[in-house]
């Protein structure tokens, strides 16, 4: 085996629900307090990693994050044991109290940005957790997964993991959503291109008017100097603030990379054109530009359907597969413009959708649920062995889902505190099942 590229999903956690709480992600506002179906949105994601453990890749998963984070509640000024803590902020403070209870680390785009050994100076993998500051409950996310993150690569001559970067929205970083890289292969030296929504400390460039840009130029600027990568190798390039505004919180709701291949829409960047030199550049090989036109897909298409929050995988040298939502296949100019792109010349010959749309619904499709490791073989056998996934990890997860998960959620019901006692016993039942000991603060 040669190097390849490894897809850790995140788990959907007991508590998923519907509360409305992303500004700029226009199916999360739309969805807000709609029931959900927490087991289904479970089993949903965890077919897709069986789907692509079967397609014959290398499959991760990783835990979700203890929810509700009772300690942010208590910190925040609410009191008594757990039941009258839920109770209190159900009747004083309800958005927080979803946000409290939010499954949003399912998004493992969002967990970290990794900079594979190819790329780094001292040949470790880097791992920086993302500290979300732009949304507070996604804020709340970052040191437990570090934890996991530790506890998953756990191996200090292989991999190497810092702090997340200052908790404030000058240092917004959302992880690898707005990271994508190119290369010939997994495990050589590849191109870094970091996708940034504004600069903080410079008021006079461009910039959203409507909605929040998440991430920041000196966030993945951080980032690159943390990893120890090449500047040769990295490239920076800004996003249309209007597609922001029309609802592209994340680059990779936009765009998508893998090996030589760049799938986006034409209004994905500001100045295409010099990125897409710099890109030929340093690339030296031949690079494949997969361009979706506007007159074939709006960028309204492209939000609604997630034509990019694909992912793209190699099956081989020479042949990728896109895995899209379903929404891809309902939507006919999407549909007929996914058909075209697998007849044009170029490595994408296959398309394979999948439903997840209990996720969808609040603005996550398969490229979200996934966070991407670049591994040698060396580096596929330092993982914690029981997080990558096949049949026995498969049958195991999906009792465990059905032993704890509910099959549906609303609001009124963030205020039980039985609720609170099956995602804890859940959480410390999987903590054993995927062996990587105490991560959350509940088990400290
Ligand atoms: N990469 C996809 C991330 C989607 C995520 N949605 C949410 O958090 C919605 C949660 C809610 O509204 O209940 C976000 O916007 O960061």
Known sequence: MS?????FDGLVGPTHNYAGLSEGNVASLNNAQSISSPKKAAKQGLAKMKALHDMGFVQGVLAPQARPDIGVLRRVGFGGNDQQVLEKAYKHAPVLLSACFSASSMWTANAATVSPSGDTQDGKIHFTPANLTNKFHRSIEPKTTGNILKAVF???????HHEHLPENDHFGDEGAANH?????????????????????FNRSMPKPTIFPARQTKEASEAIARLHQLNEKNTVYVQQNPDVIDQGVFHNDVIAVGNRNVLFYHEQAFLNTDQFKQQLQERFEEQLYFVEAPTEQVSVEDCVSSYLFNTQLVSHNDNEMSII???????????????????????????????????????????????????LTENEV?????????????????NQWIDKYYRDQLAFSDLKDGNLLKES???????????????????QQ
Do not use: W
């Not at 190097?3 to 897809?7: K, Q, V, Y």
């Open 324 to 374: 899209a939502p379903m929404h891809c296949k309902e939507n006919e100019a999407v549909y007929r413009y996914l058909q075209s792109v697998v007849q044009a010349d170029n490595p994408i010959s296959n398309v394979h959708y999948f439903d997840v749309n209990e996720s969808m619904k609040n603005g996550g499709g398969p490229a979200c649920l996934r966070l991407r490791v670049a």
């Open 180 to 200: 994508t890289r190119l290369c010939q292969d997994y495990g050589k030296q590849g191109i870094e291109i970091f996708t940034f929504g504004r600069y903080a």
């Open 3 to 7: 190097s390849i590229e490894a897809n």
């Open 154 to 160: 756990n191996d200090e001559a292989t991999f190497s």
């Open 381 to 397: 056998n330092a993982v914690n062995p029981q997080c990558l996934l096949n049949d026995d990890l498969f049958n195991r997860l």
């Open 424 to 442: 804890y016993d859940a959480l410390d039942e999987l903590t054993k099942i995927l062996n990587i000991g105490n991560v959350y603060s509940f």
